[in-house]
């Protein structure tokens, strides 16, 4: 198939995007795809058209489309992206390029932050983030009971990691923001004033 055509023609918006994750942040591998489901639903927050079209539901580890597991696997079919599902393969380079030029600097960047925001977190941080962030999408969650314990250790850990502000992991942590600076406070990370 010509890629060419291939980009032109047959492209979703959520492939678009797909290609975009996969190629952000100088196509750093995504770590599976749990991370892609999440990353993208969390481009789809500030991008209402990929919202509309991915159409993200409750399932049962969080937030899940079906359309963007379709579109993936499709992309890997035709040799974008490659057998494992976490990089782009040379000739998904190529078609990167192109489709990035579709798209404004700060729908670059937007994607770029949320890859570099999720990717490097463990399991329970990105579905402990993402079911105290959005409650609605951990009500058919298998995965909820067992994160539910950890949440303090969550919030604690993504603060410490600079990904939260104080206010978002205290939220996530179940705590009052003052409870978790004393928390903070007595294992040694330091607390700024937001």
Known sequence: MNNRNYVEDDLSLTQKFTILLFGANCS??????????????????????????????????????????????????????????????????????????????????????????????????LLGFIYYSYPDMRVESTEFERIAPKRKEIGVSLFKKGKVSLGKAAIIAGNTQEDLIKILQLRGIPVFAE
């Open 28 to 125: 750093e591998p995504i770590k599976g795809k749990l991370w892609f489901q999440k990353e993208l639903f969390l481009v789809a927050q500030g991008i209402p058209e990929l919202g509309e079209e991915a159409d993200f539901e409750a399932d049962f580890i969080g937030p899940y489309s079906e359309l963007a597991d379709d579109q993936l696997d499709r992309l890997r079919i035709e040799r974008i992206v490659d057998e494992e599902q976490k990089e782009l393969t040379s000739s998904g380079h190529k078609i990167e390029q192109r489709v990035k030029s579709a798209f404004s600097e700060d729908t670059l960047k937007f994607v770029s932050e949320i890859k570099a925001f999720l990717n490097d977190l463990s399991k329970d941080e």
